[in-house]
């Protein structure tokens, strides 16, 4: 718009205006003429004079017309060299894209719409304490475990929730065995005689939310047992749901943990998304 209204100023003040000025100094000069040349046959030459006059005036008014008709074509040709040259930035645009311009395509980008986009879904009760007794007594340390759904990731306990969800479809029911850690009961575990975790407080992602130990339950009891065929079944299909949810698996670790499912990812990097 800034360029239309220039040009057209342009033509109105170059080609009108100074069209106007000297139309009136040809009017004046007629005059000035028609009063010098009025002696005995004043008539003859004063037809003449008229007669110039009139080609004058005939040529004059063709001028302004044409001026006109340069001065009203300004604006159109304007608005078709803007437009032509914004038709030619956009046709020419996928070929001046910088790589760090390019938008990034986030490989779990899909996934995470798709969880927005999904019903919540709510814990399930917790077990009573007799479901408990047989795993505990295998692994005492079990008992001061903290199962609460509320001290971890909301994101993190979506995506678990789904991910028990698939595996109770497969015949596999899950329980949360432990969730969040402190950094002191991270350091307890990892100072036992009985290797359970090399990761030391506030190096776990447990203390973050981002970590949780399932376990499978058969006939409302929790089977940890490594050397139960069954367990292990269902601990198998929970490193397959793992996977396909962008989780990473205890199981596929050296020192096998195969009920810990966590967040993909460094735990520097996870913080700092978090922030």
Not at 83 to 105: C, D, G, Q, R
Not at 179 to 204: H, I, N, W
Not at 246 to 251: K, N, Q
Not at 254 to 263: A, M, N, T, V
Request: positive net charge; charged residues 25%.
């Amino acid at each position: 718009m800034l360029l239309i209204c220039t040009i057209t100023w342009i033509g109105f003040r170059f080609f009108y205006t100074k069209n106007h000025a000297n139309t009136a100094n040809t009017t004046e000069q007629n005059g000035e003429i028609a009063e010098q040349t009025l002696p005995a046959d004043w008539q003859t030459k004063r037809h003449h004079v008229a007669t110039r006059t009139r080609k004058q005036h005939r040529s004059t008014l063709i001028e302004i017309t044409k001026k006109h008709i340069v001065i009203a074509f300004l604006p159109l040709f304007s608005i078709s060299l803007a437009a032509a040259s914004v038709a030619l930035s956009l046709f020419f645009s996928e070929f001046h894209k910088t790589e760090e311009f390019i938008p990034n395509e986030y490989k779990h980008s899909s996934r995470i719409k798709l969880t927005l986009q999904e019903e919540q879904l709510a814990p399930p009760p917790p077990l009573p304490p007799e479901a408990f007794r047989d795993a505990i007594s295998e692994q005492p340390r079990l008992n001061r475990a903290d199962r609460s759904w509320d001290k971890l990731d909301a994101a993190f306990v979506q995506t678990v929730l789904r991910l028990m969800a698939r595996l109770e479809a497969r015949g596999y029911p899950m329980t949360l065995l432990e969730g969040y850690r402190s950094p002191e009961r991270q350091d307890a575990l990892a100072g036992q005689a009985t290797l359970v975790t090399k990761a030391k407080g506030g190096q776990s992602k447990h203390q973050y939310g981002l970590a949780v130990d399932l376990a499978p339950v058969r006939n409302g009891k929790v089977v940890i047992s490594e050397r139960d065929a069954w367990a292990m079944q269902a601990y198998q299909a929970l490193g397959e749901e793992a996977a396909a949810a962008a989780l990473t698996w205890g199981g596929n670790w050296s020192f096998k943990d195969y009920g810990h499912i966590e967040r993909s990812g460094s735990l520097r990097q996870l913080l700092a998304r978090k922030q």
